[in-house]
């Protein structure tokens, strides 16, 4: 069984840096891509960032792009978003997915949730 492990979530300063990590498990990831998603209180959840398991092809919400990072680590079986100059905005409890290729991203799996708030 598919199992997604978010930490790294915390409150930090607007401007601050935090790194979100996904401990996957349960089986090979190859032919999948991982992403992250984000739900703040009141809204739908939101696309983040996204990354292919094998060839590493990232694509990100405009919103995040240039200030967040995402990458994985073959080897720890681990996804990684690391976030820098952190907007108030931001905060939202961030979700970790595993979606086949092809499939979107509610028909593949989820972890628990990290909590990012983000003072202004």
């Known amino acids: 069984q598919v199992q997604l492990v978010e930490s790294g979530g915390g409150l930090v300063q607007a401007g601050g840096s935090l790194r979100l990590s996904c401990a996957a498990s349960g089986r090979t990831f190859s032919s999948y891509a991982m992403g992250w998603f984000r739900q703040a209180p009141g809204k739908e959840r939101e696309f983040v960032a996204t990354?292919?398991?094998?060839?590493?092809?990232?694509s990100y919400a405009d919103s995040v792009k240039g200030r967040f990072t995402i990458s994985r680590d073959k080897a720890k079986n681990t996804l990684y978003l690391q976030m820098n100059s952190l907007k108030p905005e931001d905060t939202a409890v961030y979700y970790c997915?595993?979606?086949?290729?092809?499939?979107?991203?509610?028909?593949?799996?989820w972890g628990q949730g990290t909590q990012v708030t983000v003072s202004s």
């Open positions: 990354i292919t398991w094998s060839g590493g092809s990232t």
């Open positions: 997915n595993a979606r086949p290729y092809g499939l979107g991203s509610e028909a593949g799996y």
